[in-house]
């Protein structure tokens, strides 16, 4: 079984900047793909980065370029860079895992709200 625990959420103004953790245990985390997703409310949950286990990289329209997904095996831990944050990225973000066609793991979110 593989826990994930989320940290790094706040609140921020526009334009500033938020690094997420993903923090993984019970897991060969360098075998996870990771994945961040997020909630709005009134929306539906949505996919922003993704990264797998050899290192590729994959970002919403909506984030690429402000985002940066990374991990590091050696501390168990992905993270999600996140810079010039708007309002529209106010939500609660979650971590994703998953062994290759397993099932998906989520951890328990983070808020994250940006204030204009």
């Known amino acids: 079984q593989v826990q994930l625990v989320e940290s790094g959420g706040g609140l921020m103004q526009a334009g500033g900047s938020l690094r997420l953790l993903c923090s993984a245990s019970?897991?060969?985390?360098?075998?996870?793909?990771i994945a961040w997703h997020r909630h709005a409310p009134g929306n539906q949950r949505a996919l922003v980065a993704v990264?797998?286990?050899?290192?590729?990289?994959t970002y919403s329209d909506s984030v690429k370029g402000r985002f940066t997904i990374s991990r590091d095996n050696a501390k168990n831990t992905a993270y999600l860079q996140m810079s010039s944050l708007q309002p529209e990225d106010t939500a609660v973000y979650y971590c994703?895992?998953?062994?290759?066609?397993?099932?998906?793991?989520w951890g328990q979110g983070t808020q994250v709200t940006v204030s204009s």
């Open positions: 990264v797998t286990r050899v290192g590729t990289t």
């Open positions: 994703q895992a998953q062994y290759t066609l397993q099932p998906k793991w």
């Open positions: 019970g897991s060969t985390f360098s075998l996870l793909t």
